[in-house]
Structures are given as C-alpha cells and as structure tokens.
C-alpha cells in the first residue's frame, strides 16, 4: 500500500511569491493534516480536511488555505511569501478524523525555502 | 490551550534502555501518541496509547501513562543505532471540531556506541 506522498519534494522561492504544495493520502483515506515544522517554532498545526471540508484550522494568517479534492487529495497555498514561511511542511492522513481513533500518517514533507 | 513538553537530548549507550519523558496539560487528551522522526524523513507513528490505559508494550516499545500527572514515556529496551532519531510525543481530543494533534518539541536520542 502506498504511503502519503507529497509534491514537490524541495522547493525555493522569493519573497512576495506564492506557493502551492501537493499531498496524495493514502488510497481510502479521508482526512488530511497539514502541519509546518521549523526548527524555533517544532512542528504546528495548520488545518485539517475530512471528505472536502475543513474541519479545523491552526492559529496560521489568512495568507495560508488549503483544499481537498473529491479524490481527497490535498493541497494547500502560501500567498506573499514571507522568509519566516520556510520549513519543512508535513501533510498527514488518515482514514477518520485526525485526533480520537485517526492514526495518522506523515508523508515526507516539502521543503520550502524562501529567500 | 493545550500544551506539550519534552526534554530536547538525551544520549544512550548502546544496548541500554532509553526512557524519553512528555508532559502534557490537556486533561481532555484521550490519545496520546509517539512518532519518529529520522533526517530528512516525515515522522513514523511508533505507537499509541488510549487515555484509559497505563501501559501499552509492543516489543522493544513500553508506553506508560500518568493521567493523573499527565506524564507519558517511551522505553525503549536495547537501544540500537538505529533508534538515533527525534522523538515526538502528540496529544489529540475527540472534542468535535478540535480533531488535531498537538506535538511537543522533540526528544533527540543519541546513541553512544
């Protein structure tokens, strides 16, 4: 079975510029987590999507969304690129909402660096 | 808010038990959970444990849980190089519409020949 991929792997971009980054759950997973890990902050919550809809959003700005595809893949966008947006951003998924009975699973993550 | 300390290094001789400490402060925490994650890597889920329960052990893994402390651990007995990583413990409710985990800040474990 195929783990959580995520596209693209390493990313570089300017400040002001904007990103989309890509997740494909696990085949029969619903939900999917994004979660931004920097070395000062460890690693935050950003949102969480179930069946398209967004169920729960991080303390994050506006200028990060997401979405879900009816195939339940995700991504999400970072609009006007700050140098503090670099990390290494995670997107987890699994088969019911994250939290309670949902194990989830990490994919490797897309390094965005901001310069 | 919800709230999840480790301690950030911990150094292990080979072949010795590694024990890796988490404080948590959300008393509605129904999972409690462990990941690993190694260099350049997402994290793995290792295990979890139900708040209902003190002890989970799943081979070279033993969780223990302190509810009334809030203190989860991790053993890990005969520690192998391979175990070098930075351990996560996570917490999550089932309170609708708060379904998410909050991470503590990662335990490296060094693993001394």
Redesign the interface.
């Known amino acids: 079975k195929a783990g ?1 991929t995520q596209t693209p792997r390493y990313l570089i971009k300017t400040r002001g510029q904007q990103v989309t980054l890509s997740c494909s759950p696990i085949s029969g997973h619903r939900s999917v ?1 994004w ?1 931004q890990q920097t070395p000062g902050q ?2 935050q ?1 950003l949102f ?1 999507y179930f069946s398209e809809t967004q ?2 959003k ?1 303390n994050f700005p506006g200028r990060f969304s997401g979405r879900q595809f009816s195939n339940s893949r995700s991504e999400m966008n970072v609009s006007t690129l700050e140098l503090g947006d670099s990390a290494l951003y ?1 997107c ?1 998924s699994s088969l019911v ?13 897309t390094r965005l660096t901001v310069t | 808010g919800e709230d999840v300390e480790q301690s950030l290094f911990l150094s292990v001789r080979e072949g010795d038990s590694s024990v890796i400490n988490c404080t948590y402060t959300d008393s509605s925490s129904t999972y409690l959970y462990w990941y690993k994650q190694e260099p350049g890597a997402g994290l793995q889920l290792l295990t979890y444990i139900f708040s209902n329960m003190d002890m989970k052990q799943d081979q070279r893994l033993t969780v223990l849980l302190n509810k009334k402390d809030k203190h989860l651990s991790l053993r890990i007995a005969d520690t192998q190089t391979g175990d070098s990583a930075i351990y996560f413990c996570a917490e999550s409710g089932t309170n609708f519409g708060n379904e998410k985990l909050t991470f503590g800040t990662g335990t490296r474990l060094t693993i001394i020949p």
Do not use: H
């Open positions: 959580v987590s979660y460890g690693l919550f969480e169920r729960n991080g995670l987890a909402p994250a939290g309670g009975l949902g194990e989830q699973y990490f994919g490797p993550g």
